[in-house]
């Protein structure tokens, strides 16, 4: 079993509209979650981390954290074209290793 | 320089043969992954060095994967007897401490291994 689980897609929304992406993990001793963005050709940056239970949000984006349900998930508020990339969920373990889901990719449709 | 460097862009080279990667991080990042990303793939987690040290290798995939960081600055991933399922593209992050989580990855290493 994957350490870090995440839908493929493709996902497409409209502009403006929320996207919605989810993962689960499998290690319950995972500390922390991380969420990146990688456009096509380009190396991943980092949109958002979370370690505590709930919502933590940052301009248009909110991560969620169930910790009881490994579960994991990224909202867009009012998705921008250039939102358009693949988005990869990411556990940190307690030896510090940070395991990489396979990424899903989202296109935001002008 | 201000992020990660990684040398070669981009690498061809024939099965058998023995190739090495070079990661530079960000100065003053005492630690440095390396993972390895295969097209529509998430990266996958090879080693991480804290200092000097790897911390963690248990993801090097065989003893074919060695990787070195002798000061604790730069990194070289080496690989001998490549082979065409070796192809994929490197990428080595580094973070100010093994703690945060916030990685910088560099633009990676593209193997192609005929």
């Known amino acids: 079993q994957k350490e870090v689980e995440q839908n493929s897609g493709p996902l497409s929304v409209p502009e403006g509209a929320i996207a919605s992406l989810n993962c689960t993990y499998s290690?319950?001793?995972?500390?922390?979650f991380f969420w990146y963005r990688q456009y096509s050709g380009k190396s991943p940056e980092l949109i958002m981390f979370i370690y505590s239970n709930g919502d933590k949000e940052d301009g248009r984006f909110t991560a969620q954290l169930n910790k009881a349900s490994q579960y994991v998930s990224l909202l867009i508020r009012d998705s921008q074209p250039s939102d358009s990339a693949t988005y990869l969920c990411a556990a940190k373990t307690g030896a510090n290793n940070l395991f990489f889901g396979t990424g899903t990719r989202l296109t935001v449709i002008p | 320089g201000a992020g990660v460097s990684q040398t070669p862009s981009n690498k061809v080279t024939e099965k058998g043969k023995y190739v090495e990667l070079r990661c530079d991080p960000i100065?003053?990042?005492?630690?440095l992954y390396w993972y390895r990303q295969s097209l529509g793939q998430g990266p996958e987690f090879l080693i991480y060095f804290q200092g000097t040290g790897a911390a963690d290798d248990s993801g090097l995939p065989n003893d074919r994967f060695f990787a070195v960081r002798p000061e604790g600055s730069v990194s070289t991933l080496k690989i001998q007897r490549t082979e065409r399922g070796d192809s994929a593209v490197y990428l080595c992050?580094?973070?100010?401490?093994?703690?945060?989580?916030?990685?910088?990855f560099g633009e990676g290493s593209r193997l192609t291994v005929l």
């Open positions: 992050a580094s973070s100010l401490a093994a703690l945060g989580g916030e990685l910088f």
């Open positions: 290690d319950r001793g995972s500390q922390s």
């Open positions: 100065s003053g990042h005492t630690a």
